[in-house]
């Protein structure tokens, strides 16, 4: 993945240009309603959802697996902390998170690794803490192209696996974690050979259990 995303970077440079994603807006109205402060952004790319909600008054980490993309990142804005390496290898610095942003990466590994990520994110929250993720919906256009190589997971590029979530699929990978809300978003984008076109992703808003919820749930009868 590391070698994929590097050679785009390097061949197509601010491919999403410089304005944020429409769901960084949305999360950022949510994250304020929280009283969120400091905001993780796995997988930040070149800065441009970092940057905006740098500008919007939280102060912001991120992540990003592209030392191309890191670069313009850095030069963008110094304000805000950058590390290099996979969001798997996280924590990269001892220090807990109000929030964490991620803004579609999830799809983008397998169902272990999917897993794996998650759990590195909510170790990474302070209590209470909330999460905002996108991800692709099963409604995208792409959808069922290339080869399967894991239920509702398509190869249709080499190297670069994706995952279609529908909303349940969604809400189990996030039961660790008290679900506050889920929708469909219509997220536009102009890069590359593709043009102008939209993406149909999913987002969930959700907040880390408190210890007496885990406790909760563990002696909880009811079916499932």
């Known amino acids: 993945m590391k070698d994929y995303w590097e050679e785009r970077f390097i061949a197509e440079g601010k491919i999403w240009g410089d304005s944020p994603s429409k769901t960084a807006l949305y999360a950022r109205d949510l994250f304020k309603n929280h009283q969120v402060r400091n905001i993780l ?3 930040a790319g070149y800065g441009r959802n970092a940057g905006y909600l740098e500008a919007e008054g939280f102060k912001v980490s991120g992540i990003e ?3 191309t993309a890191l670069r313009t990142a850095r030069q963008n804005n110094q304000k805000i ?3 290099q390496g996979s969001v798997l290898e996280m924590p990269f610095a001892e220090f807990f998170y109000d929030a964490i942003y991620c803004f579609n990466v999830l799809h983008l590994f397998r169902e272990r690794d999917r897993l794996f990520f998650i759990e590195k994110c909510l170790n990474q929250l302070k209590e ?3 999460v905002f993720f996108t991800v692709f919906s099963e409604q ?3 959808f069922g192209k290339g080869n399967c190589v894991e239920m509702n997971t398509y190869e249709s590029k080499p190297g670069r696996p994706v995952h279609y979530f529908t909303e349940s699929d969604l809400e189990e990978h996030f039961k660790q974690f008290e679900v506050i809300e889920t929708g469909l978003m219509e997220d536009p984008e102009n890069h590359g050979s593709e043009g ?3 993406h149909l992703v999913r987002y969930i808003f959700a907040q880390k259990k408190t ?3 885990f406790d909760g749930d563990k002696y909880n009868c ?3």
């Open 41 to 43: 952004i796995p997988g």
């Open 65 to 67: 697996i592209s030392e």
């Open 81 to 83: 902390i950058y590390y």
């Open 128 to 130: 209470n803490g909330v």
């Open 140 to 142: 995208e256009s792409s």
């Open 196 to 198: 102008p076109h939209i």
């Open 211 to 213: 210890i007496s919820q």
């Open 222 to 224: 009811r079916k499932r």
